[in-house]
């Protein structure tokens, strides 16, 4: 991540452990749901699912728009 | 009784044939002992014997690595020694490769101790450290004198069979294994002794230590998304069913591109992960979990973004070295500029 970062690519990192995402070095990151379905619920029903990946998605597509000048976590 | 035998590896500017014009000759050997291998053979004292050098240039190892590693190995057999030593390499990248790479195959081919020393920005260390012992050096061969006596002590010690304590003991770089031993108090108690000491800002010793990672800057944003092409990378393990280039469970030593062009969403039937560290059966279930390709493509269907780009990347982040991930980082980065994408999304288990 860091490498496409360094090449001069936006790059968002969904990841389920933000601690681990801000230690390595991630730039831009939004919190996933959890380390098994970091963009799912299985606890939720399929459309209930699929709209909370689409939001997530959507979160991770404006990050990649924004302007950071540090390691960044867009929560909520 | 006989003097144990050494074997020495110096490169062609420490064995004096030439500096960068004689950088190309391939592994030689000579008898006896030659340059630094003389402070090295007063180090070790009378019991051991320098009985042959082996000299390679510089490029011609670091670009021929397995050749030369295999010269070396059959240059070196032919003296029989106890033990193998190669530099002090400084911060001589190619030099450290070279010991690396000519250690680490003396070790394993010969089943001898073998011993090198580099400074700690030496890029041979990374490469090298879990396998070869390598004592810590200045940058530079001017303190030659200095350095060469904890790489002689540590190879005597090999070489005598002796016990080898810990890299704090013995002054050697960690090599990341992990020792069992049994110790008075329980793990819980000596964390919270190491952190009263913390608190009370006395230094400490941790007993596992944690990486340190670069920190890079970020670069510019995305403009318009509209016309932009997003590709999805992950390190969650994402392959096509049956796993065809076999990534890793764990410890991966590669990635891979697979084309999604066409593609709706990732069924079960067709998609599972390999990733070792974490339960699959979400995963499994619904690839898309892991890897979002269902929202990415009605996300383009829609207009939001440009264009999902035709292949995802993935790999296995399940305790991958460093040195692997940036060199996938690269080469993913690499092919994802030449293909015109604008912006990633990177997801993580």
Same mark, same amino acid.
């Given at each position: 991540m860091k490498e496409i970062d360094r090449a001069g690519l936006p790059v968002v990192h969904v990841a389920a452990i933000v601690p681990i995402s801000l230690t390595v070095?991630?730039?831009r990151i939004v919190p996933a749901v959890a380390i098994p379905h970091p963009l799912g619920n299985p606890a939720l029903p399929k459309d209930e699912e699929r709209q909370l990946r689409l939001n997530l998605v959507k979160k991770a597509l404006q990050a990649l728009q924004v302007e950071v000048e540090e390691q960044t976590v867009f929560e909520e | 009784m006989g003097k144990y035998r050494v074997v020495h590896y110096l490169n062609q500017f420490f064995a004096q044939i030439g500096g960068e014009e004689e950088v190309n000759i391939p592994p030689v050997i000579k008898e006896g002992v030659i340059g630094p291998g003389?402070?090295?053979?007063?180090?070790l004292g009378e019991e051991w014997e320098i009985v042959a050098t082996v000299i390679c240039g510089d490029s011609y190892f670091a670009e021929n690595i397995e050749e030369a590693s295999a010269k070396v190995v059959e240059l070196v057999s032919s003296y029989q020694p106890d033990v193998f030593v190669a530099g002090p390499a400084f911060n001589?990248?190619?030099?450290?490769?070279?010991?690396?790479?000519?250690?680490?195959?003396?070790?394993?081919?010969?089943?001898?101790?073998?011993?090198?020393?580099?400074?700690?920005?030496?890029p041979g260390l990374d490469i090298y450290r879990k396998e070869v012992y390598i004592t810590p050096t200045s940058n530079s061969a001017r303190r030659m004198k200095d350095d060469i006596p904890a790489v002689a002590s540590l190879l005597r010690k090999l070489g005598l069979g002796q016990e080898i304590g810990s890299p704090q003991e013995e002054g050697y770089f960690p090599r990341g294994l992990r020792v069992n031993r049994f110790v008075d108090r329980t793990g819980a108690e000596r964390a919270v002794n190491m952190l009263l000491l913390k608190l009370k800002g006395e230094p400490f010793q941790t007993e596992y230590s944690m990486p340190t990672f670069e920190r890079i800057s970020p670069s510019s944003p995305l403009g318009d998304l509209s016309s932009a092409t997003i590709a999805l990378v992950t390190s969650g393990g994402i392959v096509p069913r049956g796993n065809p280039d076999r990534i890793e469970s764990a410890s991966a030593s590669k990635f891979a591109?697979?084309?999604i062009a066409g593609? @709706? =969403?990732l069924t079960p039937a067709a998609y599972e992960t390999v990733h070792g560290g974490y339960d699959p059966v979400y995963a499994n279930e619904d690839p898309d979990r892991v890897l979002p390709l @269902? =929202?990415?493509r009605a996300l383009e269907k829609d207009g939001t973004i440009g264009k999902l780009y035709d292949r995802y990347y993935v790999t296995v982040g399940n305790a991958t070295s460093v040195a692997n991930s940036e060199r996938f980082g690269k080469a993913i980065a690499a092919e994802l500029k030449s293909a015109?994408?604008?912006g990633v999304i990177l997801t993580s288990t």
């Amino acid at each position: 991540m860091k490498e496409i970062d360094r090449a001069g690519l936006p790059v968002v990192h969904v990841a389920a452990i933000v601690p681990i995402s801000l230690t390595v070095g991630a730039n831009r990151i939004v919190p996933a749901v959890a380390i098994p379905h970091p963009l799912g619920n299985p606890a939720l029903p399929k459309d209930e699912e699929r709209q909370l990946r689409l939001n997530l998605v959507k979160k991770a597509l404006q990050a990649l728009q924004v302007e950071v000048e540090e390691q960044t976590v867009f929560e909520e | 009784m006989g003097k144990y035998r050494v074997v020495h590896y110096l490169n062609q500017f420490f064995a004096q044939i030439g500096g960068e014009e004689e950088v190309n000759i391939p592994p030689v050997i000579k008898e006896g002992v030659i340059g630094p291998g003389r402070v090295l053979q007063q180090a070790l004292g009378e019991e051991w014997e320098i009985v042959a050098t082996v000299i390679c240039g510089d490029s011609y190892f670091a670009e021929n690595i397995e050749e030369a590693s295999a010269k070396v190995v059959e240059l070196v057999s032919s003296y029989q020694p106890d033990v193998f030593v190669a530099g002090p390499a400084f911060n001589a990248g190619r030099y450290g490769v070279a010991c690396g790479a000519s250690c680490s195959a003396v070790g394993k081919k010969l089943g001898i101790p073998v011993v090198t020393g580099m400074y700690k920005e030496n890029p041979g260390l990374d490469i090298y450290r879990k396998e070869v012992y390598i004592t810590p050096t200045s940058n530079s061969a001017r303190r030659m004198k200095d350095d060469i006596p904890a790489v002689a002590s540590l190879l005597r010690k090999l070489g005598l069979g002796q016990e080898i304590g810990s890299p704090q003991e013995e002054g050697y770089f960690p090599r990341g294994l992990r020792v069992n031993r049994f110790v008075d108090r329980t793990g819980a108690e000596r964390a919270v002794n190491m952190l009263l000491l913390k608190l009370k800002g006395e230094p400490f010793q941790t007993e596992y230590s944690m990486p340190t990672f670069e920190r890079i800057s970020p670069s510019s944003p995305l403009g318009d998304l509209s016309s932009a092409t997003i590709a999805l990378v992950t390190s969650g393990g994402i392959v096509p069913r049956g796993n065809p280039d076999r990534i890793e469970s764990a410890s991966a030593s590669k990635f891979a591109g697979y084309d999604i062009a066409g593609l @709706d =969403a990732l069924t079960p039937a067709a998609y599972e992960t390999v990733h070792g560290g974490y339960d699959p059966v979400y995963a499994n279930e619904d690839p898309d979990r892991v890897l979002p390709l @269902d =929202a990415m493509r009605a996300l383009e269907k829609d207009g939001t973004i440009g264009k999902l780009y035709d292949r995802y990347y993935v790999t296995v982040g399940n305790a991958t070295s460093v040195a692997n991930s940036e060199r996938f980082g690269k080469a993913i980065a690499a092919e994802l500029k030449s293909a015109g994408v604008g912006g990633v999304i990177l997801t993580s288990t």
